[in-house]
């Protein structure tokens, strides 16, 4: 019901968008996030908006140069990524709360692999 795309090969310094596709449901009262899991290492965190886009939230590690976004019309969500880093490199994922309103991620989509050469 999660489809993620955009991911790729990117030089240091520079930028990919990545979507993320829904299907099955209506997800504009979902909680909305991307998460990346790198080699060897557990998931984590790296942005997250709210159904009405109110509030979003970003790891510390992204901030000032990753940008999450919805657009509710076309039941999809998006990272503009920036100033890419080698530290970068993972699969990106993303993810919808398991209901309406909801904090609690209960969707995923199948991930999307992002490299980030030095």
């Known amino acids: 019901q999660l489809q993620a795309s955009g991911g790729g090969l990117v030089q240091a310094g520079g930028s990919l968008r990545l979507s993320c596709a829904a299907s099955g449901r209506t997800f504009s009262s979902y909680v909305m996030g991307w998460f990346r899991q790198a080699p060897g290492k557990e998931r984590e965190f790296v942005a997250t908006?709210?159904?009405?886009?109110?509030?979003?939230d970003y790891a510390d590690s992204v901030k000032g140069r990753f940008t999450i976004s919805r657009d509710n019309a076309k039941n999809a969500v998006y990272l503009q990524m920036n100033s890419l880093k080698p530290e970068d490199t993972a699969v990106y994922y993303c993810?919808?709360?398991?209901?309406?309103?909801?904090?609690?991620?209960?969707?995923w989509g199948q991930g999307t692999l992002v490299t980030v050469s030095s």
């Open positions: 993810a919808a709360g398991g209901k309406p309103y909801s904090l609690e991620y209960g969707y």
């Open positions: 908006i709210f159904w009405s886009g109110g509030r979003i």
